[in-house]
Each structure stands twice: as C-alpha cells, then as structure tokens.
Nanobody, 123 residues
C-alpha cells in the first residue's frame, strides 16, 4: 500500500490550497483516510478524516469550517480543500490510512502514511 500526497505550496494568508492523496496497491482496502499535519517543533496533529463508503467526514476544531475533505472512490483519491488559510496552518501535511480490518471510526491506528507535502502560509 502506498499513499502519495501532493498539492502543497506557498500561499498568502486568506488564500486556498487543495491537497490530494492517492492510494495505490492491490491490497489497499482501508475504509478511512485521514489527514494530519506537523508544524516545526510541534507534535503531529489530526486534521480530519473521511469514510470511503459514505463520505462521512470528521474535522479537528482548529480547521472546522475552513477545511473540507472529499474523496473520489474511482480514483482512490482523497482531497483536502483548505480555505481561509492562516499562518498557523503552516506545516507538513500527511495523509494516512488504517489497515483494512480496522474499519470503524476512529481507527485504532493509522498504519499507512504518505510522505507529506509542505504547506506554507505567509502573512
């Protein structure tokens, strides 16, 4: 199983970015895809997650109302639309998925991780 995140970049405060995460591998069967981020000197934190089957989403309070997660099942791709970006959203963003047998939300553990994509928000 491989997760490939992309779409990061430099954006001004108040701007928008859309991240993508493509899942590949014949054995990929996770029911959940999550987004996390890690800012310099800080611990990795949960951003949000989506259920593949019904599109149900979950968000951290810090991004609720500004970020939206969606998915394209046919493309095995999950998107993180980030609007009204703030400087404190600057971080490396990762997508992650639990094993196929860990299908309830919240999962016990996210075991597959993408490589991360840098998002930098300037003032």
């Amino acid at each position: 199983v491989q997760l490939q995140a992309s779409g990061g970049g430099l954006v001004q405060a108040g701007g928008s970015l859309r991240l993508s995460c493509v899942a590949s591998g014949r054995t990929f069967g996770s029911s959940i895809m999550g987004w996390f981020r890690q800012a310099p000197g800080k611990e990795r934190e949960f951003v949000g997650a989506i259920m593949w089957n019904d599109g149900l989403t979950y968000y951290a309070d810090s991004v609720k109302g500004r970020f939206t997660i969606s998915r394209d099942n046919a493309k095995k791709t999950v998107y993180l639309q980030m609007n009204s970006l703030k400087r404190e959203d600057t971080a490396v963003y990762f997508c992650a998925a639990p094993s196929a047998s860990d299908y309830n939300y919240p999962p016990v553990a996210y075991v597959y991780w993408g490589q991360g994509t840098q998002v930098t928000v300037s003032s």
